[in-house]
């Protein structure tokens, strides 16, 4: 298991705990998609299962854990489990799947792409490499939920920015960590800036330029 | 490579052959979806490699394998380069593409279900979530080839099961290789009860429950 | 790292330089993707950093790098980003994005199955599973980068050959390795000899037979 020697032990169960809730997040995020594909119930715990664990698999591969997290610790079971048990008793929707989804997704998003950037950075990966690692954590879950889905992924959504948040998270809490700043406080507020970042961009249709400038126009 | 000591040395042969024999049908699957798509011979090799593969490879990644079993054993080269040759040659269908494919797709389910989950276990993973990677193993191979290939995932149609009997064999070999059951003979009966579980859901049209409740009807 | 012992060390430094151009043109290819499909300039960065280290990554995962060279060495960061740069100010296409994609995209073909299959055979991978490996790491990148977009993978294009030059390239590869043979010259050679195929196969409309015998006609 990943452990930074030098952070206090409680940083450690509150990252534990905001990845668990990550997990949920994301989870909840693949059973609605499921609920609006019109998938059953298996589909649904499948994405709930792909979309919580993905990002954090990929991410626990590239630096080589011993097993990824997610396998190593049957508490990652639960917050599939119970994603696709509220979706499917309908006790996270009120006929606004889109919308409960979007919220959802970034949550998942904003934890993510600071407890997957002091993972990788807690493994010994250089700062720069590990920004690029909490992006992936952040958006490799959704990606995979939408891919296996056949949607489009979010990422490729022109309607708000996805990953430029992740990357500022990524990058701010990359940075926090280089200046031994990073801590609870500072996580959170990270956290809390790129969730409302990604919402606030979606609900001002901010976008970012085209990939060739001038074209589309 | 993975042994587990107290394990007599015939059952992990066994396995291995019927290790083998789950590539090949999963590999018939791929070259099978491959002709029924029009892609060309190439498409049809790299089709049964991936659906062959694939379920064993993302296994071994995950607990964390020195090198996958298939890309340490040139044995595993052959079930594919043999399932796209009969399909070549017309030796493994009879104008009925979909149906021959249902059920070489189970029966490579069925046998990935049961080695997938007693390699976790041998590997020392906790059953509980060797469940979890024997459901991986079996479904990951047929994933990767639908998606790749673009279409509708088999996990994701409502005509008939396919996660639960691989989650039905899989518990049932982590409950037996706990209580020290696990062996050539319930490992045979397990294989044959996802089997046909598989088979008769399917066309007993049984179906799960919806994502989410009351939904679609 | 990897490193062959008995390998000069200009060889290590031309297979890096050979290796990071290989990613820089199919970091083009996942960038001029985006522009044809009118992707923000975001996705455009991401198909790039998919396309680029896809192929190189997910060969070091199966070969159990300790971490990939991609996320080992932040010279890896410099392609995918210039390449998203060209692209974006209109540089590396002239209202042609299919066939300047095309070219990219073989160019990245050769270079990476020969860079590919060395990477394995330094990690001590068998030479015919480092043929496997090497076309992997091939293809692996650009599957990717258009199962990512939705688009149908270029290696189920019945428009000409695209895994046959990368065998060809990565069988070579292999032999001259094993006959001791492989140095700068031949991998230069073997890449320029893929190149050249795969382009010359497009162009003469090459194709490979189709999966089954007589369908399709």
Chains 1, 2, 3 share one sequence.
Request: aromatic share 10%.
């Amino acid at each position: 298991m990943i452990s930074a020697p030098e952070a206090p032990a409680y940083l450690d169960t509150l990252l534990l705990v905001l990845d668990l809730l990550g997990v949920f997040f994301f989870a909840v995020s693949g059973s609605l998609l499921a609920a609006r594909r019109q998938f059953d119930l298996i589909g649904s715990v499948f994405l709930a299962f792909l979309a919580g664990l993905g990002g954090g698999v990929v991410r626990d591969l590239i630096i080589n854990e011993d097993v990824p997290h997610a396998f190593a610790n049957p508490l990652y079971l639960i917050p599939p489990a119970l994603a696709a048990a509220l979706v499917y008793f309908r006790l996270v929707t009120q006929g606004r799947l889109r919308r409960t989804l979007l919220v959802f997704d970034a949550a998942g998003l904003a934890l993510f792409c600071v407890t997957g950037t002091r993972t990788a950075l807690a493994a010994g990966i250089e700062p720069i490499m590990a920004i690029l690692l909490g992006v992936a954590t952040g958006v490799v879950g959704g990606l995979l939920r939408d891919v296996v889905a056949n949607e489009v992924p979010e990422i490729f959504n022109r309607h708000g920015l996805y990953a430029v948040p992740a990357l500022f998270g990524a990058g701010l809490s990359s940075l926090l960590w280089t200046l031994d700043l990073f801590n609870w406080l500072t996580a959170a507020l990270v956290m809390l800036a790129v969730f409302a970042f990604r919402l606030v961009s979606f609900r001002m249709r901010w976008m970012a330029p085209n990939a060739a400038r001038g074209s589309g126009s």
